[in-house]
């Protein structure tokens, strides 16, 4: 006999929500024990309801479905993790694949694909998209520390140097060397190509 799987939805969107879960509903295996609409929720939830699988979206009110999957590791690792997400790019895919959850589906993913991908991930299995998967192993990693990701964050929203140096408590001078530095490491041809490239890895 096939063992129940509990399974904690977390989705903003109430019809998407509403619509995992009635097509959840007719298999005979998987049960939704705990829906929730707030990252903050996923937590409690998850210890509350000791489900097997947590299907969680990415984008949330709250902590975001990644840091919730952080936490559901470190406190019930237990709980499988399958990523939900609109957001079908390799680098949401490398974060989700960093605190460990096993399983990843874009939301145009066909209706079929979801039971089985629970069941995997419940089983302890990987599910990943392919494409997605190669493109994350061929993703540079961030370069730039954390003070220099600071600084370029400022450029991104169109400070200069001296706005940057009054936010950072930091005088022009180091301000220009390290956005000097940030252009070398990327490869860059100046502040703004520099922003073009961290935006486009989503590191910004």
């Avoid at 390799?90 to 460990?100: F, S």
């Avoid at 069941?119 to 998967?133: C, N, P, S, T, Y």
């Amino acid at each position: 006999m096939t063992s129940q799987i509990d399974v904690l939805l977390a989705e903003d969107m109430h019809l998407v929500r509403g619509a995992l879960a009635a097509l959840l509903s007719g298999e005979p295996d998987i049960s939704v024990v705990a829906e929730v609409a707030n990252g903050d929720r996923i937590l409690p939830a998850v210890l509350e309801h000791e489900p097997d699988v947590a299907v969680l979206d990415v984008d949330l009110p709250g902590i975001d479905g990644i840091t919730a999957a952080s936490l559901i590791h470190e406190h019930r690792p237990g709980c499988a993790v399958l990523v939900l997400t609109a957001l079908g790019r390799p680098t949401i895919l490398r974060k989700a694949m960093a605190v460990d959850a096993l399983g990843f589906l874009v939301k145009d993913a066909a209706p079929t694909e979801l039971a089985p991908a629970i069941r995997a991930v419940a089983r302890g299995e990987r599910v990943l998209d392919a494409k997605l998967a190669a493109a994350a192993l061929r993703l540079r990693d961030n370069p730039l520390s954390e003070r220099e990701m600071a600084v370029l964050r400022q450029a991104a929203d169109g400070a200069d140097v001296k706005d940057i140096a009054e936010r950072l408590f930091l005088s022009r001078g180091t301000v220009r060397n390290y956005l000097g530095i940030i252009v070398t490491k990327l490869d860059a041809r100046n502040r703004l190509d520099a922003v073009r490239i961290a935006t486009e890895h989503d590191w910004l």
